[in-house]
C-alpha cells in the first residue's frame, strides 16, 4: 500500500492516556477474599458457611467485610474441627443468597485477590449463577500462583498460606476462618508486590502476566516500547546491527511490545530474541488488516530468522496442464503467462506430488515429459510404457489414442480444475471404498491424503483467482471494539488484483463518499498477475478474502466479476476437514467409521 487516507489524530486519544502500559498498582483498589465451605466443590453439593474479606489500596485497609454463612446443610465433622465452625454457629447466619450479594456490593470495582483463587471464586461465581445474578466483570489476581512464580525453596518450602505468611512476617497467622486467612493474604500480596517491585513490576497486568523466565535484563528492555503507539500496527525487533530479527503485529503495538519485557513468554526462541534486540520499530495501520497484511509483506522482505512462517512466499509449487498437442500435467515452480491451466500454489512440493496423483488416477493422461508429435505416425518404433500397459496411460505415444478422444479427456480434467472436482472425489471414494471392504486401510488412508490434497487445492484455487479477477473491489466493515463489543467507524479496503491496495478509517462526522473516493485515488497502482496467480502473496490474498467474507462487510463496488462455480470444490472442504481434525484430535477413532465418512456420495454433504 503506496498511500492511505486515514484520521490519526484523535483515534485513540483515550488510549494514549495510560501510564505506558496498564494500571499502576499504587492506584488500584484491592479486595482479598478467603471462603470457609462444606467440601470441596460447588457442583458437587458442597456450601459456603463463611465469607471474609479486606479491601486495601496503596498499603492501606479500607475495610473487611466478615459473615458467616447458613449452609442448609449439616457441617461434616472434620470441617468443623479443621474451621472451628459448628452447625450452631451457622443456625441464625444469613444464607448465601443473602450474604452473597452483601460481599458483591463490598468488593464492588476492585481487583479481586485470593490464594488459589479458582477455588474461592469458583464458589462465588457458582451461586452467582444459581442465583442468576450476573457475575461483576471482576479482574483476578491468584496469589497461590504469583507465589509459584516468585518464591523460592530458599523463601518457603512451599506455597501454602501458612507458609508464605511466614516467610513475609505476616502479622496474621491463617487458622482456616475467613477473615484472618483474608487478613494474612493481604500480608502475602504485599510481599509479592515488594518483591516483584524491585524487578520492575509496577501495572496489574505486568502483575498478572509476570515470569521468572523473563530476566532482568530483558525486563530492564522496557523502554523499548515507549515510542510505541496504543495503536493497531506492525512492529519489528532488531539487533545492534539493524538487522530485523523478528516481526509481529498486534491491535496494540505498545501493549504487545512490552509483555516480550514481562509477561509469561514460554517460547525459549523469543527470550533468546529478546536478549540480542537492542530496538524496535513500530509501523501503525489504519486497520487490523492492513496490520497482518504489512506483517507477511515485512517477512517475506527481510525474512527475520525468529520467524518461523511466511518467509519464504516464493517457494511454492503448481500443477500445470500445459498446453501442447498432447497436453499432459507438469509440477512448475512459476506461473507463466502462457494461457496454460495452473492449481495451486502449493506450500509444499509433497502435497503437491498428493493432488497430482489423485489426478493421475483419475484421468489418464499421459505421464512422460517427452515431446510428442501432433501426429504420432510420424515417428514409428515408438513403444508403449509400462502405464499404458496398465491401463493408466491412453498411450498417444505409439497411436492407440486419436486426437479427438485424447482432446475430450483433457477437457474433462480442465473442466475438473477450474470448475467441477466431482469426476476426482467420486474415483478416489470409489477406490477408497473398494480398499477399506478389503480392511486395507492404510492404502485407503493414503488415497484419502491425495483426495483431501487435491479438494484444497482446487478450492483455494478457485477462490483466490476470482478474486485475482477483479480489477478492484473496494469494501467496507464497521469497526468493533474488541473490549466493549460497541460498533464505532466503518473501516474500507480497496483491493485491487487480490492485493491490498489501500486501507483506511472513514472520520466522524466526514462524507463518506468524498473520503472513499479519495482512498480509490491514493491506492496502490497494482498490475494483474498471470494466470490464477493473485498481485500479493496467496496468504495475503486469504487474509483479504476471509475479512471480506466476514460478516458485516459491504461491497461499495467491484470492479469485474467476483464470482466462484457453484459446483466448485470449496463445498466438499468440510468433510475433509472434519476429517483431518478428528485425526488431529487426541479422541480415538474408528479408521474404518471414518473412511466411511470420507466417501460419502456429495450430494449429501450440507454446507
Known sequence: MSSRVRDAGSRWESQ??????????RDLTFCVVDLETTGGSAEGGSMITEIGAVKVRGGE???EFQTLVNPRTEIPAFIA??????NSMVADAPPVEAALPAFLEFAAGSVLVAHNAPFDVGFLRYFADQQGRPWPAFEVVDTAR??????TRDDAPNCKLSSLAKAFGSTTTPNHRALS????????????????????VHTLEELQTFSSRVSSAQRRKRHLAEGLPHAPGVYLFRDERARVLYVGTSRDLRTRVRSYFTASE???RMGEMVGIA???DGIECATALEAEVRELRLIAEHKPRYNRRSRFPEKVHFIKLTREPWPRLSLVRRVLDDDADYLGPFASRKTAEKCLAALHETFPVRQCSDRLPRDPAASPGRAACVLAEMGRCLAPCDGSVDDTTYAAVVRQLRDTLLRRPDEVVETINARMGALAADERFEEAGVHRDRLAAFVRAAARTQRLSALTRCPEVVAARRETDPTTGRRGRWEVHVVRHGRLAAAGVIPAGADAHAYVATL????ETVASAPGPVPAASAEETEKVLRWLESPGVRLIDVDGEWTCPVAGATRHLAIHDAVNQSRLSLVPFNERRALATVHQPAGRVQL
Open 16 to 25: 494514549r492516556s495510560f501510564d505506558e502500559l496498564g494500571r499502576p498498582l
Open 61 to 63: 485497609v479500607l475495610g
Open 81 to 86: 474441627v479443621l474451621t472451628g465452625i459448628s
Open 146 to 151: 504469583l507465589a509459584r512464580r516468585v518464591v
Open 181 to 200: 486467612d483474608a487478613r494474612a493474604t493481604v500480608d502475602v500480596l504485599h510481599g509479592l508486590m515488594e518483591r516483584l517491585g524491585g524487578v520492575g
Open 266 to 268: 514460554t517460547r525459549s
Open 278 to 280: 537492542t530496538s524496535v
Open 520 to 523: 480509490r485515488l491514493s491506492a
